[in-house]
């Protein structure tokens, strides 16, 4: 997270605590005007859901509004007035509220026109203990405690921010306040899922991809990883063809979409593993809808030096793979010239690809060559797509489809389906 955010770190207390949560929200509620509305109105629809009981009055009907806020005190910092217990967590829950003579400290306190006093308990992990949303007002005769607990579901707290930044409601302050708060949100309590569909991101390539890392998340929780050198990925040593499915947002001249790749054939043991069990027809298939494309390189230990760019066409390309598997190894330097030859001579190996060869590999000391024919396979959808089965929930299954098309090329679908084992547990 940027150091330049407001709500970065300023304390001891660790980003992902949640009172620093609760103290950023209540920076929002003090200071943005229509933030401190849309709270209020979020209070009074689950009120009037819950039926049989005063309502707190909208935001233009009290002068007052919102008076003091204050986050970890252990007092309501009122004598009168009625005490309202509201829990902020990441899942629907019920219970009722009563008097306490425990000793609280409150996650938050709020004064809400001339009557109301908001004691806020935040759960964002979800991990509720309902004698924290009991007030004690011991030394206050004159606080009564609503018998109603409100409860507000993160997500819909987000949903109510993102719609007041697609408004034209807040000065340019605000919005950066609220967009800082969202995406402190998102790098420190992934849990409440600051951008829910991509909708919420607009063209903002970095929460695209925050978007992305969701949906792999949604697809194959605890799998998913960063690549120091390419994108966050699933984790999938199954397949064993290929051990990365990535998902992206991709920027285009004046757009984006979002990019599926999987890049079997990436190592030698991948490759081996790919030209063994990969059935040709079903691949060539595929690239009526993938983009399919020659990925062949050679390294040396676990570094990439050289990327061919072969001539021949990818039907070619991967025929011949299939015949000569037995040069998908560690070529050692007595046949540097023997694998160039017949490389060259099948339209694998230009004479600039053969110069960069040389230069890498014989005027070094580099004595051995891995071979690694990979393949490239990317399924791309346009931004009105993505947004359209984002927004009706079903891009998630849409990855998963498109990614059994591809493993299935190689035999790997059960394979797909123990990667996505613990979710289904």
Aim: glycine letters at 4%; proline letters at 4%.
């Amino acid at each position: 997270m940027k150091r330049a955010n407001y709500f970065g770190r300023f304390e001891n207390k660790p980003a992902n605590a949640e009172d620093r949560l609760t103290r950023a929200f209540l920076v929002l509620v003090r200071l943005v005007p229509p933030v401190q509305a849309a709270f209020i109105d979020a209070i009074r629809e689950k009120q009037r859901e819950q039926g049989n009981g005063l309502v707190v009055p909208s935001r233009t009907a009290t002068d007052e509004g919102v008076g003091g806020v204050w986050s970890q005190v252990g007092t309501l910092r009122k004598d009168e007035g009625r005490v309202l217990s509201i829990l902020l967590t990441n899942r629907k829950w019920e219970g009722e509220v009563q008097p306490s003579d425990r000793t609280p400290v409150y996650d938050g306190v709020v004064h809400y026109g001339e009557q109301w006093v908001f004691a806020i308990e935040n759960k964002p992990y979800g991990d509720v203990r309902e004698h924290q949303f009991h007030p004690n007002v011991e030394d206050s005769e004159g606080l009564e405690v609503d018998p109603r607990l409100v409860v507000l579901v993160w997500k819909d707290l987000i949903r109510r921010l993102h719609a007041l930044g697609e408004s034209d409601w807040l000065d340019y302050t605000e919005h950066q306040l609220v967009n800082d708060f969202l995406r402190y949100a998102q790098d420190e309590f992934p849990e409440i899922n600051p951008y829910p569909t991509l909708t919420h991101c607009g063209d903002d390539l970095d929460k695209l991809n925050r978007r992305c890392e969701d949906l792999m998340q949604e697809l194959a929780p605890g799998r998913v990883e960063t690549h120091k050198d390419w994108r966050n990925y699933i984790s999938a040593p199954e397949l064993e063809a290929a051990k990365m499915v990535s998902v992206s947002a991709q920027e285009l001249e004046q757009s984006w979409e979002i990019d599926l790749v999987i890049n079997p054939g990436d190592t030698v043991s991948q490759a081996r593993s790919f030209y063994s069990d990969v059935d040709e027809t079903a691949l060539l298939e595929l690239s009526e809808e993938w983009d399919c494309s020659t990925n062949l390189h050679f390294s040396h230990i676990s570094t990439n030096l050289v990327y061919p760019i072969p001539e021949a066409s990818f039907e070619n390309y991967v025929r011949f793979w299939i015949e000569h598997r037995d040069w998908i190894r560690q070529v050692k330097e007595d046949q540097f010239d023997e694998l160039l030859d017949l490389l060259a001579v099948n339209g694998l190996l230009t004479a600039a690809d053969r110069d960069e060869f040389v230069s890498e590999f014989m005027e070094t000391n580099r004595s051995t060559v891995n071979v690694c024919p990979g393949v490239s396979l990317h399924y791309r959808w346009g931004r009105s797509e993505a947004l359209d089965l984002d927004d009706n929930d079903r891009l998630t299954e849409e990855i998963d489809q498109r990614v059994r098309e591809a493993v299935r090329t190689w035999g790997a679908e059960a394979e797909w389906d123990s990667v996505l084992k613990e979710k289904e547990e």
